[in-house]
């Protein structure tokens, strides 16, 4: 992108009130003294104007920028007490087409050390009324990528940020979470469609990822994320009562998972879901399309789910062993060869919750994947699936298997090469009004 040399006019703090920031000022950052032109380090500005109740505005141009986050210590010497809160603040650019902070090449390679703090270009932690929106984050240079960490105590709304360039070094692409129970933020349109290659050892790239200290409630709204070797969105490790809402959004093509949930009340939904090509790393592969990995109470709610990869995987959407109840509704999931993986799968809990069963209403499941069974619920009692259509064409591929499962399966069409219902104990099923021709619809790839 030319870099402008002129400063545009600054937003007036007015601008914001609606949404309920209230600004005392706005600095452009060009008029500061910082280079639109992406050749000195604009650092400085940013630690010399961040104060409370301050919009630091950037202009359309490219700024280089090596670190800033709002601690007092020493480079690579962080700790929790040496933060100081940044309340009524907020960084705005001109936009992601038009606004670049460009990462210094090497940076994050651990040539400045190989701690997590040493990899964090951009951190924000602590305090509330946040606001950062309409950036480029440039990591296209080679053994290159910054961390942007975004951790508030509420009110916080992050918009428009696109990470641009494949991530070659070990690294999570974005962080947000919320510190404090009852406190809200949102992320929205933040996209890295580009991914990470895999450097070999160590931990691989993440795309986006809550942290385990999130404690309040977030929406990740309308967010694109593909290729990253350790989940596209990794969002399994805070705990109840923290929730995390997934809106919309494109997710691809990550080992592990492309959206992995947690905590009771959180959910997917709107969302398209694809595994469509096997990740290259050097790591374990497992690509999972939705997975709830802990807790219980998570919803897959009208979602479109693709898996055609011949890669390995334990399904297309997975409850997995530290898990409770999982209700997959109003969604459709495809399966298609080489791929044979179920498109749902309930694995046998090893822990203790209410309730442990899987929700499976109105879903509709294609494709022409062979063997194996297109719903597999394992070890878990009072199941139920109401309203499903199944249409897979695959030779030797049954319906739903209850693998010492019980429940009930009402008003459904299960049309497949192999049985429609297997059941380690027929007595332990339920079945009402179940057909043997199917016409399903297929999920949409948005």
Not at 46 to 54: F, G, V
Not at 94 to 117: F, L, N
Not at 164 to 176: A, K, L, P, Q, W
Not at 178 to 207: L, S
Request: net charge negative; charged share 25%.
């Amino acid at each position: 992108m030319a870099a402008s040399s002129v400063a545009t006019a600054a937003p007036s703090p007015d601008d914001f009130e609606d949404e309920g920031f209230q600004f005392d000022r706005v600095i452009n950052v060009v008029d500061a003294g910082a280079d639109p032109t992406g050749e000195e380090l604009v650092d400085p500005i940013i630690e010399e104007y961040a104060e409370d109740n301050t919009l630091l505005y950037f202009p359309e141009g490219d700024y280089k920028l090596f670190q800033f986050i709002n601690n007092t210590a020493d480079f690579g010497e962080f700790d929790l007490d040496s933060y100081y809160p940044l309340d009524n603040f907020g960084l705005l650019g001109a936009g992601s087409d038009r606004t670049t902070i460009v990462v210094p090449e090497g940076r994050g390679s651990g040539q400045a050390g190989s701690g997590m703090y040493h990899k964090v270009m951009f951190e924000l932690r602590y305090g509330k009324n946040q606001l950062i929106e309409g950036f480029q984050i440039d990591h296209s240079a080679p053994n290159t990528g910054g961390r942007f960490n975004v951790w508030s105590d509420g009110d916080l709304v992050v918009r428009d940020l696109h990470a641009h360039g494949v991530i070659d070094v070990h690294m999570t692409c974005f962080s947000f979470g919320i510190n404090e129970q009852g406190e809200e933020g949102i992320v929205q349109n933040v996209r890295a469609p580009d991914g990470a290659t895999h450097p070999g050892g160590g931990v691989e790239a993440t795309g986006i990822a809550v942290p385990a200290w999130h404690e309040g409630d977030i929406t990740i709204r309308d967010c694109r994320v593909e290729g990253f070797q350790d989940n596209g969105l990794y969002a399994s490790n805070p705990s109840d009562p923290a929730t995390v809402r997934v809106e919309g959004g494109y997710y691809a093509n990550s080992n592990i998972s492309q959206v992995r949930l947690g905590q009771s009340g959180s959910y997917v939904k709107n969302a398209t879901v694809a595994v469509t090509e096997k990740i290259d790393t050097d790591y374990t592969v497992n690509m999972r399309g939705i997975r709830q990995q802990d807790g219980e109470g998570v919803t897959v709610k009208n979602c479109d789910v693709v898996y055609t990869a011949d890669a390995p995987s334990s399904g297309a959407i997975v409850t997995e062993t530290r898990t409770g109840e999982l209700t997959v509704e109003n969604s459709r999931v495809r399966v298609g060869d080489p791929a044979t993986v179920p498109a749902i799968r309930a694995r046998t809990p090893t822990a203790d919750f209410d309730t442990e069963a899987m929700t499976i209403e109105n879903v509709s499941i294609t494709g022409d994947a062979t063997g194996g069974s297109a719903v597999q619920i394992s070890n878990r009692a009072g199941n139920t699936l109401k309203n499903v259509c199944i249409e897979e064409s695959g030779d030797g591929r049954d319906g739903i298997t209850f693998d010492g499962s019980s429940g009930t399966v009402r008003n459904a069409a299960i049309d497949v090469q192999g049985q429609q219902i297997v059941a380690t104990d027929d007595d332990n099923v339920e079945t009402r009004n179940v057909r043997d021709r199917a016409n399903c619809n297929g999920p949409t790839l948005r």
